[in-house]
């Protein structure tokens, strides 16, 4: 199979494109044809050690695979060749095979398209679980989002609409704050005069619910903007600076700064994590959620993805697809 290799630690451009073995499906795993490897901005962080988790090397980085079973390991009742579906395949998905543990997999609906069915696992997975389980976003709510045209963020203008809040996109430019219109954004606003912009279209009462990806100062502006009783999200630190707070702010506002940590949620909630992704295909089967692709572009391309992504460049789902 061909496969995009992380041999060691480093610069982007040091991922080979290169011809590896064939996996096999073992004890409790399906083998995975792949139609689509998700892009995450956390690939290229790992691929150069700046992740929390460090894999040994050589590994093949991707997260998410979609595709058709082609074989299945001892031990699979649940699953049979043939079928399509998507997997959290934590490592091995940019490649044409991935050998994946059948709980992993969630079967796609007839037609389903592969590199949406990427977008609905961290992006949408991820954003769903920091508005519903960590925020407790109710409806009436005002939901302020940073990167609204980012992967996640997307998926949390979606999401914070179907909940039934108001939502304020922030991006960086007139191209982002279009999409994120698409998404369903109420506002657009950009990140000069952030807590200014907020207050006012709070009618000074603050945000309720702020999700943040990016850190820095747009997240000293959030702790400045946060209402009464405000649930400020830690999701990412894209800015690549991760803040400090004066505490003294939640004293006085009244505010609490909630962490998230997807991948550690699938591993210590599974049940409420399956709960989730089945109300979350529920939606995207009724179209109440649609993923907004980006691109499509071979797997051999990897490399140039990650810049984009990494380099603020990126909009939406970004796929590789294998020849
Ligand atoms: N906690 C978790 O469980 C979890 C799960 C998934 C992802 N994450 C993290 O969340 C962050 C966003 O992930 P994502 O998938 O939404 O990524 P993405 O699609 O690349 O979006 C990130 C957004 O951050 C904004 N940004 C601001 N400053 C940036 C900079 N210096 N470089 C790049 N982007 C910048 C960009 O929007 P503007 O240009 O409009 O500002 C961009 O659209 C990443 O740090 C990722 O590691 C965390």
Redesign the pocket.
């Known amino acids: 199979m061909k496969a995009i290799v992380c041999n060691e630690f480093g610069p982007l451009e040091n991922l080979e494109y290169k011809e590896m073995p064939d996996p096999v499906a073992g004890s409790g795993q399906v083998l995975v044809k792949v139609e689509a490897c998700g892009v995450?901005?956390?690939d290229g962080?790992l691929v150069q050690g700046l992740y929390q988790s460090k894999p040994d090397r050589p590994f093949i980085p991707g997260s998410e695979v979609a595709g058709e079973i082609v074989a299945v390991g001892d031990g699979v009742t649940d699953r049979q060749v043939g079928q399509r579906v998507v997997a959290y395949s934590g490592q091995m998905g940019y490649a044409s095979m991935a050998a994946v543990p059948a709980k992993s997999t969630f079967l796609l609906p007839e037609g389903a398209d592969a590199a949406e069915a990427c977008a609905m696992i961290?992006?949408y997975g991820?954003s769903h679980h920091a508005l519903k389980q960590r925020a407790q976003l109710k409806a009436g709510e005002t939901l302020v989002v940073?990167?609204a045209?980012?992967?996640?963020?997307i998926a949390a203008v979606q999401l914070g609409k179907l909940m039934g809040a108001t939502v304020i996109g922030v991006?960086?430019?007139p191209e982002?704050g279009e999409i994120a219109k698409q998404a369903g954004a109420d506002h657009v606003i950009g990140?000069d005069n952030l807590k200014d912009e907020v207050k006012a279209l709070t009618g000074g009462k603050g945000a309720d619910v702020c999700y943040d990806?990016?850190g820095g100062e747009a997240f000293n502006a959030a702790s400045r903007f946060m209402g009464r009783n405000g649930r400020l999200l830690v999701?990412?630190?894209?800015?690549?600076e991760i803040p400090k707070l004066p505490v003294n702010l939640t004293l006085v506002k009244e505010y609490a700064v909630v962490g998230?940590?997807?991948?550690n949620f699938t591993k210590a909630e599974p049940d409420v994590y399956h709960a989730n992704m089945k109300e979350l295909f529920g939606w995207w089967s009724e179209g109440k959620v649609k993923p907004m692709v980006a691109d499509r572009l071979p797997l051999k391309d990897a490399q140039k993805v990650l810049e984009k992504?990494?380099g603020?460049g990126?909009v939406g789902k970004y796929a590789l697809i294998p020849e």
């Open positions: 995450n901005y956390p962080l961290i992006g991820t940073f990167g045209a980012g992967l996640t963020g991006v960086s430019s982002k990140y990806v990016v999701i990412g630190f894209a800015s690549g998230v940590f997807w991948g992504v990494l603020r990126g």
